[in-house]
């Protein structure tokens, strides 16, 4: 079973900030967030991960909080392309090679005009 | 620097007949893990290889198999297909990192079993 819950939906207005929130209260110390896309009929898209500190890419935030039992996915302005299947997974890995992805149903996030 | 590589996009098969699906990782990635995705459902593990051995294993019948080469690239062997098979097979390449190992998935092969 997949060791995140996530809400079903979201919907968001194109040019505002998507917030996607995340549970996983069963943490290990040494699993990492992992936050992942998939647009419909294509494979996931990597977007960000952390392990216990607040990441910053090119493509959104992860804000984890400090007990790490929750985290959120920040998508600052988001646009119409970022209607999609958003998956939050926890993950042992670093350096050697480390256990499988373990997928939930998501979050469907759509982007509205 | 190429993505990870699928092949094929799409192919049709008849019920049980045997496919082949081929997977080129990242450039320099080492571990290359199969997942099913049914239509309308999440990604489901099959299994990881790391250094041509299988090291992980879902819950899939012996019918699937695999295999990875010295150069990391991988191959999912389904036999005796099922129309339950009929799926998205995704492939993903793992980059290691003292961050936390990046994962990255290709476009996928679209299997329909007729």
């Known amino acids: 079973d997949a060791k995140t819950t996530q809400p079903t939906s979201m919907d968001c207005a194109e040019g505002r900030a998507a917030n996607l929130p995340c549970n996983h209260s069963t943490i290990s110390g040494n699993e990492y967030v992992y936050w992942y896309r998939q647009i419909h009929s294509q494979g996931p898209q990597y977007i960000i991960h952390g392990l216990k500190n607040n990441e910053t890419n090119e493509m959104a935030s992860l804000i984890i909080t400090e007990d790490r039992k929750s985290s959120t996915l920040i998508l600052p302005h988001a646009t119409l392309r970022d209607t999609a299947v958003y998956y939050c997974?926890?993950?042992?890995?670093?350096?050697?090679?480390?256990?499988?992805?373990?997928f939930g149903p998501g979050t469907r996030l759509s982007v509205l005009p | 620097d190429a993505g990870v590589t699928q092949s094929p996009t799409h192919l049709i098969k008849t019920r049980g007949q045997q496919v082949t699906l081929r997977c080129s990782p990242k450039?320099?990635?080492?571990?290359v893990s199969w997942y099913q995705q049914a239509l309308g459902q999440e990604p489901q593990f099959i299994f990881q290889?790391?250094?041509?051995?299988?090291?992980q294993r879902g819950n899939f019948p012996d019918r699937f198999s695999g295999h990875q080469f010295p150069n990391y690239s991988s191959e999912l062997n389904v036999n005796a297909l099922l129309l339950g098979d009929s799926a998205l097979y995704l492939c993903a390449s793992e980059e290691r990192g003292a961050s936390g190992n990046t994962i990255y998935f290709g476009e996928g092969s679209w299997l329909t079993v007729v």
């Open positions: 450039s320099g990635h080492d571990t």
């Open positions: 997974i926890v993950r042992v890995g670093a350096y050697n090679y480390g256990q499988n992805f373990v």
């Open positions: 290889y790391y250094e041509e051995e299988e090291r």
